[in-house]
């Protein structure tokens, strides 16, 4: 059974830094690709960061882009997300996702809050 389960979440003021983690298990994960995803209130779900299977490929939403670090490790079946710098508009439900062709699993998101 695939599981996502995300943690690191939480309040943190303006031009502060969380760690993300998505711990994975059900699944061969380091065959898959990772990303993040937030969904904002009312807003439409994005792409925040992806990471290929091989770790060699990473990308980023602009709005994030230097500010935002995705990184895997293989062996312990996880996925982060390094936030620096966070601003108020980052704030927002964080999802990971892992996808392989037509397989694609969510886990149930953490909040994070960026507020003085």
């Known amino acids: 059974q695939v599981q996502l389960v995300e943690s690191g979440g939480g309040l943190v003021q303006p031009g502060g830094s969380l760690r993300l983690s998505c711990a994975a298990s059900g699944f061969t994960f380091s065959a898959y690709v990772m990303r993040w995803y937030r969904q904002a209130p009312g807003k439409e779900r994005e792409l925040v960061a992806f990471i290929s299977s091989a770790r060699a490929i990473t990308n980023y939403a602009d709005s994030v882009k230097g500010r935002f670090t995705i990184s895997r490790d293989n062996a312990k079946n996880t996925v982060y997300l390094q936030m620096n710098s966070l601003k108020p508009e980052d704030t927002a439900v964080y999802y990971c996702?892992?996808?392989?062709?037509?397989?694609?699993?969510w886990g149930q998101g953490t909040q994070v809050t960026v507020s003085s």
């Open positions: 996702n892992a996808a392989r062709g037509s397989s694609v699993s």
